[in-house]
């Protein structure tokens, strides 16, 4: 009998290892070619050893040689002044084409994580359009076990007298028509607004009316538009600023006289020129310009929604630490300085709280990864994707950039939004384009993610689906569960003008 378990225990093993190796693919990494770079033979290597030990996976296993492969990777990474294109190709052995892939990045501080993207887009096209055939093995055949003799002591055991092979799983049919998946996140109530005739590119909320409806101030370049959001998007007022300013930021926060303040970022002519501005019986009416500060207003680590300012420098684009602020008729009073971890700044800078009461920064650096800093100002943790993407900019003039790039101006883009709920979970927009390289970027798609810290690392809570437009600006309204999505449905050329919609979603 136990020669007969031995049998057995023979023929599934080999039988589950035959079903092993069908389903992993061998992959090997051919040279990657290095183009614009100095050290192109280390680089190669380099390159080749991070692509293969990222490509291992429980569906490929990444071989030593050709000969023993399924299927070749080829690649090449090219630089052209600090931006760079990492590009791949896979093959089967016999030359016919499986997919091909590329990562961009704007420094040498991407590449690894570049790397890491590219081994991930290439294991799911590859594990998509390649199933190798799985090798012809012995089936397992339920073997009748012996009668026990008479000198053989009654078995204990309630198992069958019959060892059987597990049932296969029948495959799952793959429907005609493939929904979007929802997420949790989308899956109860919302509204989203009809065409508006704006494009917006900034967005704040105001206050709830007695009727209900909502105030929404929404910026165009050098315009405020100031909507009341019911059943529609009604236009109320609107106003114009000169035609050498600019709108780089909106919010709004209710002063101490009960009024709300629209606090707007200006750049006049390279210089911070703001304004604060407000509503009264239904028209915009500006109380102070001229301030020399950028504006933000949001919860630091969650708690109550405050102004912020920072100043610009001759030689910096933004200075120094940030500020909470207070306006005082037309003058803004600063105090409580908090101080700026590395790439942060007003837009791209938050705080939360862990579960171990201890405070962290969290920024979007200037290639959109999100980084997250201790008390003292260490680095913990950066991720491996890109958050944020905007395509609202302001220019400073750069004589150094001329030499360079041919353009006089210096241009700086601004960060998404980072909030902070009360519960210590991160907000976060990500939107990904068409053409993101140097000062063109052409954003095609959006979506607002929760993150939040588990120690080690922020890990994702919960993403909207993909919106199939351009997402300038959102907001999460905690007090009423809502986040609101500004979108770009149209963009405008020297013949049309834009187009922009709102949507809410209601979280529950």
């Known amino acids: ?86 590009d791949a190709l896979v ?13 961009q990045g704007e420094s040498q501080e991407e590449l690894i994580p570049a790397v890491a993207k590219l081994a991930e ?17 012995a089936p397992v055949v339920a073997v009748p076990l012996p009668a026990p003799s008479s000198s053989s002591p009654p078995s204990s055991s309630s198992s069958s007298d019959f060892i059987k092979a597990a049932p296969q799983a029948a495959p799952t049919p793959v429907p005609d028509v493939v929904r979007p998946r929802e997420y949790e996140y989308n899956k109860v109530g919302g509204w989203i607004s009809k065409r508006l005739d704006v494009e917006a590119n900034l967005m704040a909320p105001g206050r709830t009316l007695p009727d209900g409806s909502r105030e ?30 600019k709108i780089i930021s909106v919010d709004t926060l209710v002063a101490p006289d009960g009024n709300l303040d629209i606090y707007l970022t200006v750049i006049r002519s390279d210089e911070l020129s ?21 504006f933000r207003a949001f919860r630091l680590a969650g708690g109550e929604k405050k102004l912020y300012a920072q100043s610009m420098g001759r030689d910096a684009d933004f200075y120094g630490d940030i500020f909470e602020a207070t306006r005082d008729g037309a003058r803004i009073i600063l105090k409580n300085s908090i101080k700026m971890p590395r790439f942060g700044n007003i837009y791209s800078f938050n705080q939360f709280r862990g579960g171990d009461n201890k405070l962290y920064s969290v920024v979007i650096n200037k290639e959109n990864y999100l980084i997250v800093f201790d008390e003292n100002q260490k680095e913990l943790w950066r991720s491996s994707d890109k958050f944020g993407g905007s395509e609202l900019y302001f220019q400073k003039e750069d004589l150094d950039a001329v030499r360079v790039t041919g353009d006089k101006n210096r241009w700086i883009f601004l960060d998404q939004r980072i909030e902070v709920t009360s519960k210590n979970e991160i907000i976060v927009g990500k939107n990904e384009g ?11 798609k959006g979506a607002v993610y929760c993150l939040a810290w588990n120690g080690s690392g922020l890990e994702e809570k919960w993403h909207t689906r993909d919106t199939q437009n351009y997402m300038p600006d959102f907001f999460f309204d905690e007090s009423k569960n809502e986040l609101l999505i500004l979108q770009t449905v149209q963009r405008g050329d020297i013949a049309t003008s834009g187009a922009s919609s709102l949507s809410i979603k209601k979280l529950e």
Do not use: C, H
């Not at 093959?91 to 990562?103: E, M, Q, V």
């Not at 929404?218 to 059943?231: D, I």
């Not at 068409?434 to 095609?444: P, T």
């Open 216 to 245: 929404i101030f929404m910026v165009e370049n050098r315009k405020l538009l100031y909507f009341q959001q019911g059943s529609d998007m009604k236009l109320v007022s609107e106003a114009s600023l000169r035609n050498n300013e």
């Open 434 to 444: 068409f053409w993101v390289l140097g000062n063109a970027r052409n954003y095609k």
């Open 1 to 86: 009998m136990k020669k007969m378990f031995a049998i057995l225990s023979a023929i599934m093993l080999v039988s589950a290892a035959s079903i092993a190796n069908a389903a992993t693919l061998k992959v090997f990494v051919a040279d990657v070619n290095a183009i614009g770079v100095q050290n192109k033979d280390e680089m190669k290597v380099m390159l080749q050893t991070l692509l293969a030990s990222r490509l291992n996976s429980d569906s490929i296993t990444s071989v030593a040689s050709a000969s023993e492969a399924d299927a070749v990777v080829s690649g090449t990474y090219m630089v052209i002044g600090k931006v760079f294109s990492l």
């Open 121 to 137: 887009k290439l294991t799911k096209d590859i594990s998509r359009i390649y199933s190798p055939q799985p090798a012809v093995t």
């Open 274 to 294: 703001s304004q604060v501005w407000q509503v009264r019986n239904g028209k915009l009416l500006q109380i102070a310009e001229g301030l020399p500060y950028f």
């Open 91 to 103: 093959k089967t052995t016999s030359g016919k084409t499986l997919t091909r892939s590329f990562i």
